[in-house]
């Protein structure tokens, strides 16, 4: 059974940082793609970034760059987010999905997603 588990989220002032956590199972990381997106009330769903089944990150959104790095551990057939610097705009529901075999924007080609967690940032 395909479960991908989001974690790691919560309240934290302007100027924090979270670690989101995807937790997989069920298929496998050395084919499968994970990205990572989210959703603001009232807002469409945009893709933040990706990680290869080769482990090569892209990222999707601009204000994303150089604040949030995304890292894998096979091993524990999990997926990170690092954010850093978050601002109040970054507040949403984060999600992880996978897909097989490449990386992309779109959220409609991916087949697997988690439930998201919740990223509030205010001070």
């Known amino acids: 059974q395909v479960q991908l588990v989001e974690s790691g989220g919560g309240l934290v002032q302007p100027g924090g940082s979270l670690r989101l956590s995807c937790a997989t199972s069920?298929?496998?990381?050395?084919?499968?793609?994970i990205a990572w997106f989210r959703q603001a009330p009232g807002k469409k769903r945009e893709a933040i970034s990706c990680i290869s089944s080769s482990d090569a990150s892209t990222y999707f959104l601009d204000s994303a760059k150089g604040r949030f790095t995304m890292s894998k551990d096979s091993g524990k057939n999990t997926v990170y987010l690092q954010m850093n610097d978050l601002k109040p705009e970054d507040t949403a529901l984060y999600y992880c999905?996978?897909?097989?075999?490449?990386?992309?924007?779109?959220?409609?080609?991916?087949?697997?997603w988690g439930r998201g967690t919740q990223v509030t940032v205010s001070s």
């Open positions: 999905a996978a897909e097989y075999p490449s990386c992309s924007d779109a959220d409609g080609v991916y087949d697997y």
């Open positions: 069920g298929f496998s990381l050395k084919y499968y793609v």
